[in-house]
Antibody
């Protein structure tokens, strides 16, 4: 069974930094492309970032480009999101998702809440 | 960026009803259209991929159709567990984009 477990969320002040982690199991992590998707309280889904299975191709949403960095560690079966210069509008539940080619975001973690507030 | 527009944003229906939700892309996305269901406090769940393919384990009362820019999600014979929010997403081009969501409520 595919499992994705996020951690690292919490309360951070504007301008601060946070690192999210996502532990993966139940599939060959090194063969999968992965995403981060977020959802602000009471709002819809917003795609944040994508990393290829080999980590050599990365895409970001314009809203986070230059502030967020996605990475993966195949040895640890883990996905990360380094978030810097955080803003109030980054407040959201952040989901780690697996991206199956031709299918879509077929597996999601439970999400981790990031709150940016003074 | 490709804009995804869902309609309606809210729909009220009864158990046993048939409901159709529409998703329109701002440019052609072929069939790279995915539908998700999200229940309160839970992560989204993939229902339909490539516009019309039912994900494993999803009941057959869910179906999808369309290509190009116009797509629909149809739920026949609504069940109590179907009352949720539904999102479309295009997987054709980065940045991936989602529709704003359609909340399906019990009448």
């Amino acid at each position: 069974e595919v499992q994705l477990v996020e951690s690292g969320g919490g309360l951070v002040q504007p301008g601060g930094s946070l690192r999210l982690s996502c532990g993966a199991s139940g599939f060959i992590f090194s063969s999968a492309s992965m995403n981060w998707v977020r959802q602000a309280p009471g709002k819809g889904l917003e795609w944040v970032s994508w990393i290829s299975r080999s980590s050599n191709v990365i895409h970001y949403a314009e809203s986070v480009r230059g502030r967020f960095t996605i990475s993966g560690d195949n040895a640890k079966n883990s996905l990360y999101l380094e978030m810097n210069s955080l803003r109030a509008e980054d407040t959201a539940v952040y989901y780690c998702t697996r991206d199956r080619p031709g299918v879509g975001l077929d597996s999601w973690g439970q999400g981790t809440l990031v709150t940016v507030s003074s | 960026d490709i804009q995804m527009t869902q309609s309606p944003s809210f729909v009220s229906a009864s158990v046993g009803d048939r409901v159709t939700i529409t998703c329109r892309a701002s440019q052609v996305i072929s069939r790279y259209l995915i539908w998700y269901q999200q229940k309160p406090g839970k992560a989204p769940n993939l229902l339909i991929y490539a516009a019309s393919n039912l994900q494993s384990g999803v009941p057959s009362r869910f179906s999808g159709s369309g290509s190009g820019t116009d797509f629909t999600l149809t739920i026949t014979s609504l069940q109590p567990e179907d009352f949720a929010t539904y999102y479309c997403q295009q997987g054709d081009t980065f940045p991936y984009t989602f529709g704003q969501g359609t909340k399906l409520e019990i009448k």
